[in-house]
């Protein structure tokens, strides 16, 4: 009889394919999953997440799941999409659809073992033909908190490639009830040795382990290939009730064994080892435990003052203020996501006379313009006071903005390096632990600065910072789509990000009449339906990146001592979890 799901239960929605199309010529497709939902009889259809993408291959298991409020009370219907992507653009338009399959959440949650297969459509001659994807759910239930760091290492590798060493990662996959395997983490590859160090990686039990302590965990060790056909070395079996016992450095170690030569190679012993040096377990800390904790979220927000936004005294200009409403693309961009964020963003010491409450102070920066005697700027204040450059709250800094354009002169070329520079030394100091900076930058894409802005942002990954980037006009947004690492960690040169801290969002997305009339910006992003959709896709990472940044750090949630009035829920109070 299938196990019932409790009320109120927040279940996570792991997905494998198998049998998909291939619609590359020489290779297979390099596919990812779209997830969308749509709740109530008139509810509209609306996304919920995308999966990683994984190059060339017809199986694939996707390691992001889905995370969903399961609602007894509400319908809930899922449109699983599996595409082939071909490009960067960050658009579904763009890629191939190969099927779809639409199921409701109920369904899958009182399938035996919350385990369903959905045959893609369209199919060829029957259905299944063209690919079969199967949904598990997973309820994150109490007592699934626990957060497991686990450094590994391995040695004695087998060689795999032909003129140098192997450049190994490893995948770790938890066995479900009736016997089948989810993929919960993939780690980065280490170029030519035999002996990888990987950097350490956190796990929620939930996902590592449903919580379940005893549950078989299986560790496999690729040789990494720029084709996607990575070559097998060897795996080992454990659980976290094994890996537990390397608390306090004790060193745990298994034999990585491939079948193949088990059962060719003779005196065969293993294909390398991996090694645990360490493992720490300690229970989850929530983005709402810090923000109780006093931590504050400095907000900066950078606005793109480049010539290829169009004259402001045009109509046709990004920057042209609407006479009616007072409000242009930049405008809605900087109210929709400042007055939530603002709310997080206080001055402690600073209590106006005749207020009970602290100043909300923002930093508001423009880049790209001549300010005068053919001097041009790529990071000054809005509100032209370098000594005393903050904003008191949205309101002033969208006025200080309107001055701005009022007094300069817009000009290329459109670098974003020198204000992120600006910020991180100002800013985002690895000994704070009671402050993470947010920097909006509101642009129309075509950033002449790409390599250095990448070395920028790499290097201030292991920072207190996060990015996100707010893409307007239908200007070229390649470089911004490259900049945001959700398909690969990003890269300068050899040196790889520490964590993902940068977030792209077009607000083409968000204009349901396809127009990129600027007048029509702020009649379309007016009601509240769509505006909380941009809130939601601009602050959805912001809560994981806080998080993960202090528990990297090594820092706790202090005791609270903030106002009262920030003690609400994050994802609760904007929408985020739904």
């Known amino acids: ?201 956190t796990l929620d039990a939930a996902k590592l382990c449903g919580g379940d302590w005893t549950r078989n965990l299986r560790i496999e060790v690729y040789d990494w290939d720029a084709d996607g056909g990575h070559d097998f070395i060897g795996d080992c079996t454990t659980s976290l009730e094994e890996l537990a016992e390397g608390e306090g450095f004790q060193i745990v170690q298994y034999d990585l064994i491939n079948k193949k030569k088990v059962d060719k190679k003779k005196g065969y012993v293993n294909s390398g080892q991996i090694v645990l040096k360490n493992v720490t377990i300690e229970q989850d800390s929530t983005f709402l435990d810090y923000i109780r904790g006093g931590v ?80 041009v700027s790529h990071c000054f204040p809005l509100n032209g006071n370098s000594r005393d450059p903050y904003c008191v709250g949205v309101s002033d800094l969208i006025e200080n903005y309107k001055n701005t354009l009022r007094q300069v002169k817009l000009s290329e070329p459109t670098r974003y390096s020198d204000l992120f520079e600006y910020v991180v030394e100002q800013f985002c100091s690895e000994e704070q632990d009671d402050e993470y900076t947010i920097i909006l930058l509101v642009t129309d894409g075509g950033v002449t600065d790409f390599e250095e802005t990448k070395e920028i942002l790499v290097s201030s990954s292991c920072k207190p910072l996060s990015v996100v980037l707010v893409g307007v006009g239908d200007g070229d947004m390649g470089a911004l789509t490259r900049l945001d690492s959700d398909r690969a960690r990003l890269c300068a040169g050899t040196k790889q990000a520490e964590r993902d801290i940068v977030q792209f969002v077009h607000m083409k997305k968000f204009l349901p009449s396809g127009r990129l009339d600027p007048g029509a910006y702020h009649q379309v992003l007016e009601p509240a339906e769509a505006r909380c959709k941009l809130a939601k896709a601009v602050l959805a990472e912001i809560p994981r990146q806080v998080t993960e940044y202090f528990k990297r750090a090594g820092v706790t949630p202090k005791v609270p001592d903030i106002p009262l009035d920030l003690s609400e829920d994050f994802d609760k109070r904007f929408n985020l979890a739904n």
């Open 1 to 201: 009889m299938p196990r019932t799901v409790n009320v109120d239960t927040v279940v996570q929605l792991f997905v494998t394919a198998k049998h998909l199309r291939a619609l590359d010529r020489f290779s297979h497709s390099d596919p990812m999953c779209v997830l969308n939902r749509k709740c109530g009889i008139r509810g509209s259809w609306g996304e919920v997440g995308r999966t990683e993408t994984i190059q060339n291959t017809g199986e694939p298991r996707w390691q992001t799941p889905f995370t969903l409020q399961y609602n007894f009370h509400e319908k809930q219907d899922l449109r699983f999409s599996v595409y082939d992507v071909d490009n960067d653009s960050g658009f579904l338009d763009d890629q191939d659809n190969l099927g779809t399959a639409q199921v409701s959440l109920a369904q899958i949650l009182s399938s035996t073992n919350h385990k369903l297969d959905l045959n893609l459509s369209p199919y060829r001659h029957k259905p299944g033909d063209c690919g079969v994807i199967t949904v598990t759910a997973v309820e994150v239930s109490d007592g699934t908190r626990d957060r497991v760091t686990l450094d590994l290492t391995a040695q004695n590798l087998d060689k795999k490639d032909l003129f140098s060493e192997s450049d190994p990662f490893y995948c770790i996959y938890r066995q479900s009830d009736d016997g089948e395997e989810i993929l919960v983490y993939r780690s980065e590859w280490i170029r030519n040795t035999a002996s990888p160090d990987w950097k350490p990686v």
């Open 296 to 375: 504050k979220l400095n907000l900066v927000v950078g606005v793109d003052m480049t010539s290829s936004n169009g004259d402001p005294y045009s109509e046709q200009s990004l920057h042209a203020i609407d006479q009616r409403s007072g409000e242009n693309a930049y405008t809605d961009a900087i109210r929709t996501v400042a007055e939530i964020l603002q709310d997080y963003d206080y001055d402690k010491g600073n209590v106006s006379p005749g207020k009970s409450k602290p100043e909300k102070k923002l930093l508001g920066l423009g880049f790209g313009a001549n300010l005068g005697a053919g001097v």
